[in-house]
């Protein structure tokens, strides 16, 4: 097999395929996909409309936390099989977003707030005790995929912020209203990720658009973000099913 620097970077630099979609298209099935995304979960749509009881919430940012503290390693798995210097100059920047670097405390931290203002202190976040089994699973297969996938692939898998900053959006207008006792401060984590998914899904869609140009490939990219679209749908499956076996603990005390 003969290697050339366009594979080294890892991009299809030729359209050959006649029945491909063109890049406006492409994107058009890309972003088809939020009706897909958990924003539409039931879960998320109690959770939004004010229908979570306040251990239900303290339920949520408990199991969500092992997401947040596994983006940076899904991200490093990235890097370390992209061999493009530029793309990891790039790539580097969403590790430090969630990691943090100098005076910038990062997003693990800014969860870890969102933990504290609902209730859970900084030590029973971090010990993982209340993370459900679906859960681990869920982002661990996620994990796992980037580890074991080619780059492109992974970075099309991160297309799902695509749909963030609506998700954020509508937190920050209805829970202060529907969860007056969530101190304020805690919200920092979703106002920060509006304008970094922003940024990221740029980079990401440049590599995708780049990369699946065959309509195989572009076949393949709509899993792949499908793929990760039943990731975080499974998680909230999980987090709803260990809040309604509380709830009926509760009322069966």
């Known amino acids: 097999m003969s290697i050339t620097l366009s594979s080294l970077a890892g991009y ?3 359209q050959t395929d006649p029945n491909a979609w063109d890049r406006t298209e492409f994107e058009q099935q890309l972003r088809a996909k939020g009706a897909g995304y958990h924003i539409h979960h039931p879960f998320n749509v109690r959770m939004n409309s004010g229908q979570l009881s306040e251990e239900d919430i303290r339920c949520w940012v408990a199991n969500r936390f092992y997401y947040q503290i596994n983006i940076p390693l899904k991200d490093a798995a990235v890097m370390s099989n992209c061999p493009d210097r530029e793309t990891r100059r790039r790539w580097i920047l969403r590790m430090l977003d969630h990691d943090g670097f ?3 405390e990062g997003g693990i931290e800014a969860w870890t707030r969102l933990g504290e203002a609902v209730g859970i202190s900084r030590e029973e976040l971090w010990s993982l005790k209340r993370v459900v089994p679906g859960v681990r699973f869920a982002v ?3 994990v796992n995929f980037a580890r074991q996938a080619p780059w492109q692939e992974a970075v099309c898998s991160s297309l799902t912020e695509m749909f963030a900053p609506k998700i954020h959006k509508d937190r920050l207008a ?3 209203g529907h969860y007056p006792w969530i101190e304020s401060d805690g919200l920092a984590y979703f106002r920060s990720r509006i304008s970094l998914a922003e940024r990221d899904v740029e980079h990401g869609l440049e590599v995708t658009l780049d990369y699946f ?9 709509l899993e ?3 793929f990760k679209l039943d990731i975080l749908w499974s998680m909230l499956d999980a987090i709803e099913k260990a809040c309604d076996l509380s709830h009926s603990e509760v009322d069966h005390a």
């Open 224 to 226: 792949i973000l499908q």
């Open 102 to 104: 100098d005076d910038n």
């Open 140 to 142: 661990d297969a996620y």
């Open 174 to 176: 209805n829970w202060p």
């Open 12 to 14: 299809n630099t030729k």
């Open 213 to 221: 140009t065959t309509r195989s490939q572009q076949a393949r990219a």
